[in-house]
């Protein structure tokens, strides 16, 4: 059966994996996360619902758009953890400060190891490199650190 050529355009999700910077919005909409803006408190970064085995996502409004970012990767990673068999209570309320797995997960969405490496060897500044994954400084130096520690990490530096 024939799709509607419209259909066909869309991206696969292989194509939206390996895009920079991660559109992390479609992806999210890949997994069958439907996302919302509302005004929340300002430590409550989103609130994910699972609901008839669909999901919704209700993001901080007033948040930056870097910061929106990491949190629907956040949930993302939350969902397919879940759909991997791990269990996820629902509504989860994704604060600040909590859950460094999930946001460590989250970080590997936005900044494909794959990708980090290649910056890092074109010699790209933290800056540039925040900037190419569209992510803050903050999230893009921890993720720096945590690909140097896994991939060098027996090695220190001036070792002969
Ligand atoms: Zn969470």
Partial sequence: MALPWQQLLRPTLDQLWATIPVPVFDLAEHYGIRVHRRFLPD???AILHHLDNRWFLYLNATHSRERQRFTVAHELAHVISYRNGHSLSTPDLCMTDREHYTDSRAAEI???SWKVRWFISENLSLDEMAKEFAVSRHAMRIRIDEFM?????????GRS
Avoid: Q
Wanted: without cysteine; positive net charge.
């Fill in 110 to 112: 936005l900044m494909p």
């Fill in 43 to 45: 430590r409550i970064a």
């Fill in 149 to 157: 520690r896994k991939n060098y990490g027996a090695m220190s530096i």
